[in-house]
């Protein structure tokens, strides 16, 4: 197993990834709406504001997390890990939580300081997230299950608060994926 930043000329690959993990998992529709947000990731969005990390079992795609900037008025570098995808024969193995250790060290190396991300509070608390509330981090938009609301701190054990409001990149601006 193989773990490493993506690359570009992978993107097929990367999308074919997400859009079947998730297609199995929660159906067609759910599939297409996460290839698009993938696809948006890599074509349309800032190198800068985003990074994606994969695993590879010889040399095929296995893995993939996504990580977009999340932006702060007060001007700590965040940034939000969704969506993260193993093939679904792979999964169970622990490939995804060394895929998300993997992009925390990079990300530290970056001065990344608070990772988040919004999902399954039991799959991501085994990566050290916790669950936090928006009075504590502030969404970019309103949330459709709070209590899936989770934050990391690279830099220390507690989060501290922020006030003032957030915004994420374009890709993830859409309320449905909220």
């Not at 759910?30 to 993938?38: C, M, R, S, V, Y």
């Not at 060394?98 to 990300?107: P, V």
């Amino acid at each position: 197993m193989k773990y490493s930043e993506y690359n570009p000329n992978k993107i097929e690959e990367i999308n074919h990834l997400f859009i079947k993990t998730f297609s199995d998992s929660e159906g067609k529709s759910e599939g297409l709406i996460i290839g698009e947000l993938t696809n948006n990731f890599m074509t349309s969005t800032d190198a800068n504001d985003f990074y994606c990390f994969v695993a590879t079992d010889n040399d095929i795609i296995i893995g993939g997390v996504f990580f977009s900037k999340l932006t702060f008025e007060n001007g700590i570098k965040a940034y939000i890990l969704s969506p993260m995808a193993t093939s679904t024969k792979y999964q169970g193995k622990g490939i995804g939580k060394k895929l998300i250790n993997f992009a925390f060290n990079i990300l530290k190396e970056n001065g990344v300081e608070l990772a988040i991300t919004y999902g399954d509070i039991n799959f991501y608390s085994k990566t050290g997230f916790k669950k936090i509330s928006e009075d504590i981090i502030p969404t970019p938009l309103k949330l459709s299950y709070p209590e899936g609301w989770l934050g990391k701190s690279l830099v220390s054990d507690k989060i501290e608060p922020i006030s003032g409001k957030s915004s994420c990149v374009e890709a993830l601006s859409n309320p449905d994926l909220w």
